[in-house]
């Protein structure tokens, strides 16, 4: 059983790169999020999608993308790096749950490892 | 808005120790609360969850009880191992598959 598959594990870009974080989930589930993760202060919401062609900003969508063309599929592009993203991103997602509300867990990748220089 | 505060950490105990790391929230409505575990280099895991008040959610040893009249949802287990060295994450939710998160709290046991 995959779950929630990110890719790359690790990386290292140069201020104003661009890169693509890619996050792919095999159980079918509506709702996908992105998450990083920095020391002390917890995990903060960037962006989730309720289901394909659906997207919204979380708590700290600045200098971030996405897109959700597939159930399966959610990938977070970083148009311009900077210092300030270097952190950790997760991806996760979850159903509606048995009464559709979305308060279902989340099920989590194993996050990506990034580095702006 | 909402949020969830953890106890700051990091949390060092000896193997079989009593372990307590307070977790409150601020929420409107009914959240449901949720505690997760992070083990190095590994994402998150759930670790046991309530969906109501006065629900206790329990799972390897350790439980929680949601508490609405004074918005906690403290974790607990009564012996603690050297493999529970890990964070621990307290969690409401909002609905639409998203989370708030408390800051995490570092739990290290030694032998």
């Known amino acids: 059983n995959a779950g929630v598959t990110q890719t790359p594990k690790f990386q290292v870009l140069k201020t104003g790169q661009s890169m693509t974080l890619q996050c792919a989930q095999d159980?079918?589930?509506?709702?996908m999020s992105w998450y990083r993760q920095d020391p002390g202060m917890g995990l903060r919401l960037i962006h989730y999608s309720v289901g394909a062609g659906i997207t919204d900003q979380g708590e700290v969508p600045n200098g971030y993308n996405v897109s959700r063309s597939t159930t399966e599929d959610f990938p977070l592009r970083l148009l311009s790096a900077a210092p300030s993203q270097t952190s950790v991103y997760f991806c996760a997602s979850s159903s509606r749950g048995p009464l559709g509300q979305g308060n279902s867990p989340l099920h989590f990748g194993n996050g990506t490892r990034l580095t702006v220089t | 808005g909402n949020s969830v505060t953890q106890m700051e950490g990091p949390v060092t105990l000896s193997e079989e120790a009593f372990l307590t790391i307070n977790c409150t929230y601020t929420?409107?409505?009914?959240?449901?609360l949720f505690w997760y575990v992070q083990y190095p280099g590994e994402g998150l895991q759930l670790l046991l969850k309530?969906?109501?008040?006065?629900d206790k959610g329990s799972n390897k040893g350790f439980e929680a009880t949601y508490r609405k009249e004074t918005t906690s949802f403290h974790l607990e287990k009564g012996s603690v191992q050297v493999s529970d060295s890990a964070v621990y994450f307290c969690a409401l939710t909002e609905g639409g598959g998203k989370l708030i998160f408390g800051q995490g709290t570092e739990l290290s046991v030694k032998p």
């Open positions: 159980m079918n589930h509506e709702y």
């Open positions: 309530a969906t109501k008040a006065d």
């Open positions: 929420a409107t409505g009914y959240p449901s």
